[in-house]
Every structure is written in C-alpha cells, then in structure tokens.
C-alpha cells in the first residue's frame, strides 16, 4: 500500500504539472493573440496623409475585423528603406508598406521579411510581380512623367534632353535619388537613356533645377504654389486635379524615348508577433475593395485586374511607353546623381 501511496502521489503532481503547464500554454496564446488588436505599419508621407489611402483603409479594416491599423510615417520611400536597414531586427512594426521594383533587391537582402501566402495574389497580373519568392507583393503602379502647367509661359519639353536648354534655367523641380522614390526613378530612366554617361547628363540638368526636394510631398507642394512650371512626378498626378479641382491646367508630358515606371511594394516583417494578422491585411490590402481606394487616393494605378478605374483617369495622355529602367549600382549611383549636380553648379 505504501508504494501504491507514492505511485498516486507521484501521478497528482504530475497531473498539477501538467495543468500548470496548460494554463500557462493558453495563457501565453491568449497575450498573443491580444497583441494583434493593433498592427503597425511603416509607411512614407503621403500614404498617411489626409487625402492618402491610409486613413480610409485603416477605417475600413477595423470596421471589417476589429484590428486597429497605425501608420507611422518614415519620410518618403528612400528614408523608409534606411530606417528599415538601420533598425533591422529592431524595427517596431508588422508591416512596411512603400518600398518599389528599385528599393527591393536591398530589402529583400536584408532577410527581414516572411513570404507570404495570399489568396488575392492570383488577382495580380504576373508581369508586376518583383519577387518570385512572394515576401514582396506589389499594391500599386505608375510611370513616371515631368508634370507641365500649361498657365505658365514656359514650352512644354518633349524629352529629359530639353529639360537641360537654356530656356528651362531654374524651371524644373525634382526629388533626391538618396532619400525618394521618385528620385530614384529619375536616376534609373537617366541610365536607361543615357547608360554610362548618365552622370553627365545629370551635370547637364542641373542648371535648370529650382531645387531638389527630399521627398515628393514638398517638391509638388512647391509646384502647385507656383515655384516652378516643371515637376517630376507620375502621369496619374493630373487626375488628382480633375477630380478635386475638375482643372486640366497640370499636364503629364510624353516623351519620346519612353517613360520609366514604378511598382509599389508592401511586406510583413519576421520579427512581427502579429505575422498571421499582418498576412490577413496584406491580402486586404489586394482586395477589389482595398484596391478601389487607390487610383483617387494614391493616383496609381490598383494591381487587381478587376478593379475598375475612376472617370478622373480618362485625363492621363495616351501613348506613354514603359522602358526597362534600372539602377546599376543601387547603393552608390544616388549619392554619385548627386554629386555631379554639385559639381555642375561649382
């Protein structure tokens, strides 16, 4: 009896082990799953801005799960990426939402994001997909275009060789290839055109540069106010003034020699404790009703094939030809764009 005593001892505390255990177990899931009340997301300016698609989507995905989405903006494209490779492991959130077809290769090398496995990935068409290993999936994309006011009295060139003519001294507005994505699609539509004597083109332009902004809010912003009649941006950006101002005045220019382009990115991070959450609201975020938001909010174009876009659209010209357009040397050529306007205007 004694040793049938001991042998029942021995298995309760086993069963209250056990049970501590469990508890624990649950417990711990339970913290889990309430960390993904919130998500957060990095993301550049405009995307958060009051008329960006941050605020609706957000609104729209909480009244649709109940999951609170914060945005936190890191500056434009560019800055994002930097601040995602300085913080690496360390960066306090579950999603980044802006880097493109240009920043990725760095992003991606950086072994900071999880694949994912969307259902409204096969609503995308195939040639906008950037990364096969599906970590990166594209939201949205554009071409980018010299926008024109065509109330000033300046010609409207018809190629990025016009732009360097006399007659556009200090007419023209333009984004930082170190710190904005627009920049960078300068540089690579540059090289595309140009290839290894880009640097002197860009010695070329740089008399008629009025500024180089860091990022494209405030480049735009100053040609709306009327700095200057010329500003690199997207040949969607008229579209936003027909529907907010029905004004034609801000032209989207053709070139002759083609158009670079851009695909916007979006990615959850491995480190996040929400990952599953995260997922969910990328495949949102590919959703028809996610992807109707962008083109009057983002002024891209939505990467869901059924999407339909808005009337505003109908103003983008015709006959704008995408060119491959790459950056040879991702990590070197914006400081090196840079440095040969510095050196023109010496």
């Known amino acids: 009896m004694k040793h049938f005593h001991q042998d029942k001892g021995s298995l309760v505390m086993r069963f209250a082990v056990a049970a501590l255990i469990l508890c624990s177990a649950l417990l711990a899931t339970s913290c889990s799953e309430g960390k993904t009340s919130t998500l957060v997301v990095w993301t550049y300016d405009s995307f958060i801005s009051e008329w960006g698609p941050g605020p609706g989507l957000a609104k729209l995905y909480e009244e649709k799960t109940g999951i609170k989405v914060v945005f936190q903006s890191k500056g434009d494209g560019g800055a994002l990426l930097a601040e995602l490779l300085a ?5 306090d959130a579950d999603i980044v939402i802006g880097l493109d077809d240009r920043t990725a290769q760095r992003g991606l090398d950086s072994g900071l994001f999880t694949p994912l496995h969307l259902s409204n990935i096969a609503k995308i068409d195939k040639s906008l997909i950037v990364d096969p290993t599906g970590r990166l999936v594209p939201y949205d994309y554009g071409n980018f275009a010299f926008i024109w006011d065509s109330n000033s009295d300046t010609k ?9 003519k006399p007659e556009y001294k200090k007419k023209v507005i333009i984004m930082d290839p170190r710190t904005s994505t627009p920049g960078l699609g300068l540089l690579a ?3 595309a055109i140009y290839g290894n004597s880009w640097k002197d083109y860009w010695k070329r332009l740089a008399p008629s540069l009025l500024t180089m902004t860091p990022g494209w809010d405030t480049g735009y912003g100053l040609f709306t106010k009327g700095e200057a009649p010329l500003v690199l941006s997207y040949s969607t950006s008229p579209a936003y003034h027909k529907a907010y101002e029905n004004s034609e005045r801000y032209k989207a220019l ?14 959850v991070l491995a480190h996040s404790k929400n990952r599953k959450a995260a997922e969910k609201f990328i495949d949102f975020l590919l959703s028809e009703e996610a992807q109707a938001m962008l083109p009057e909010t983002q002024w891209m174009y939505p990467v869901n094939s059924a999407t339909k876009l808005p009337d505003s659209f109908k103003v983008i010209p015709e006959g704008i030809r995408t ?7 991702p990590e070197s050529d914006p400081e090196a764009a840079v440095e040969a306007l510095q050196e023109a205007l010496q």
């Open 87 to 91: 913080k690496g492991k360390n960066t």
């Open 156 to 164: 409207p060139p018809e190629s990025l060789e016009d732009l360097t």
């Open 189 to 191: 539509w540059s090289e």
């Open 254 to 267: 053709v070139f002759k020699e083609g158009h670079s382009a851009q695909i916007e990115l979006a990615g």
């Open 323 to 329: 060119i491959p357009a790459t950056i040879a040397k």
